[in-house]
């Protein structure tokens, strides 16, 4: 069972939204203007630290001047330490049998209750971490410029591409943001631990803006993701870098300035240098939590539908936390833990009301139940899906289906179910300080890594 902090965390939890939820049904809304909310005023929110702190540098983009739509970026320091290369002849490092792993390892692998596919959860996760202190010696490194911006500009020398990972927060439609204290926390966690830039998206809330707002914010962010990447190289092509060596400025440099003006004046000023520099589109996974599940579902397959034309942004994979399913006909798990921890069925029920348009609602919309037929492209052809469900969470049994529809098809799909959890106990982990969270999180990193890691280093972690 949950910890006794954990039931009196839901109970308060739950109160708070329900009655956030039944104000919001009953104060008339002007849903015509389309620039939207991602945030809402009792929201509390972690400011941007873009000086590599803790080992994570962020800042914030407003990306659509039309909507509230915008990023938080999170960069991992290890982004400044180049590769080191793998020896062609290295073999391997050899998967640890679960039996040889350490006390503490054993203690959070304890939580994981079940896995389904072909997940191996006694994978050695283990790794060094180098952090150097933002400040002091390594000034010239992170190319603090204290006159304009304290934080990390890039530098020519300073080019190691990490993978992508766009994150779509949870908060039931009409709640949450992408740079709440609780997201926050979470975002800096898997950067760390997968060693990739996360991308967190702030989409517009309900029901300012129902659906399709939020699934249209999450495939306009994957676009801009490829629009930055066009961006960045046609900057490179055109000599936008710096002169070669020396004290002087030669003949070089001073056509790259030239050319630099030419590029600014067709709008490529526009490049964002964090992904500019260290982020490689062509290795992104979707991470979704609760209903930002259901918009990376979304997501991917529109990637898959779009093909080459998103090139060079490839989806890799995707990661779908407890997923905000629902469906007309109740599944085991939605008659037996109806009235579950933190978001119950009837809450989740008024949620969905104030997020599709009335003329659309059914549980069976395609952005609700994915088993429905006709929501785009085959299975076969979606990326690999991690599925992280919870014991204690009405929604767990729909989306260990889905899981199971995407392995008929030869989908890698495995799923990890967690003993004693609820609904939203990775993400919510600065507030319940729960074990199960960092073993979560370690889980996803494992297994995403098999999918962002260069050839030959597969097994570099």
């Known amino acids: 069972m949950p910890s006794v902090a954990v039931k009196l965390y839901s109970v308060f939890f739950k109160f708070l939204l329900k009655h956030r939820l039944q104000n919001r049904i009953q104060t008339p809304l002007d849903e015509s203007n389309p620039f939207g909310v991602t945030s809402r005023p009792e929201e509390s929110v972690a400011a941007p630290n873009p000086s590599f702190a803790d080992g994570v540098a962020t800042k914030d983009i407003h990306i659509d001047s039309f909507t509230s739509l915008s990023i938080r970026i999170f960069l991992p320091e290890s982004a400044l330490n180049p590769p080191e290369p793998k020896p062609i002849d290295s073999k391997p490092r050899p998967r640890s049998n679960s039996k040889n792993v350490d006390p503490e390892q054993n203690e959070k692998l304890s939580y994981r209750r079940n896995s389904y596919g072909s997940f191996n959860v006694g994978a050695d996760n283990k790794r060094e971490e180098s952090r150097r202190s933002s400040y002091g010696s390594d000034m010239d490194a992170l190319n603090l410029r204290s006159d304009v911006y304290r934080g990390y500009a890039p530098m020519d020398s300073n080019r190691r591409?990490?993978?992508?990972?766009?994150?779509?927060?949870g908060g039931g439609w009409v709640s949450g943001s992408n740079d709440s204290v609780a997201n926050d926390y979470f975002c800096r966690r898997i950067s760390r631990l997968c060693d990739v830039?996360?991308?967190?998206?702030?989409?517009?809330?309900?029901?300012?803006?129902?659906?399709?707002?939020?699934?249209?914010?999450?495939?306009?962010?994957?676009?801009?993701?490829?629009?930055?990447?066009?961006?960045?190289?046609?900057?490179?092509?055109?000599?936008?870098?710096?002169?070669g060596g020396g004290g002087g400025v030669t003949v070089e440099s001073k056509k790259g300035d030239g050319n630099r003006h030419i590029v600014d004046a067709f709008g490529a000023s526009m490049v964002e240098p964090w992904l500019a520099a260290h982020g490689d589109p062509s290795r992104c996974v979707l991470l979704g939590v609760s209903c930002g599940a259901n918009i990376a579902d979304y997501v991917a397959r529109k990637a898959v539908e779009a093909g080459k034309l998103l090139e060079p942004v490839k989806v890799v994979a995707q990661v779908l936390m407890y997923p905000f399913f629902i469906g007309s006909v109740p599944t085991h798990s939605e008659i037996k833990l109806a009235n579950s921890y933190f978001y119950d069925k009837a809450m989740c029920m008024l949620a969905w009301k104030l997020f599709l348009p009335e003329e659309e609602f059914s549980l069976d919309h395609p952005a609700a139940n994915p088993l429905v037929e006709g929501r785009g492209p085959p299975l076969k052809f979606m990326p690999p899906t991690l599925t992280v469900v919870a014991e204690h969470d009405w929604m767990r049994d729909r989306a260990i289906a889905y899981s199971e529809e995407l392995r008929k098809v030869n989908v890698d799909a495995p799923v990890l179910e967690y003993k004693d959890a609820v609904h939203e106990f990775a993400t919510l982990d600065m507030l319940l300080k729960t074990p199960q969270a960092q073993a979560c999180a370690e889980d996803i990193a494992i297994w995403v890594k098999k999918y962002i890691s260069l050839r030959g280093h597969e097994f570099s972690y």
């Open 197 to 243: 830039i996360v991308v967190a998206v702030g989409y517009r809330l309900a029901p300012e803006n129902r659906y399709p707002a939020a699934f249209d914010d999450g495939l306009k962010v994957l676009n801009w993701l490829g629009k930055q990447a066009n961006l960045a190289e046609c900057s490179k092509s055109m000599g936008s870098g710096r002169g």
């Open 161 to 169: 591409k990490l993978p992508v990972i766009l994150q779509f927060h």
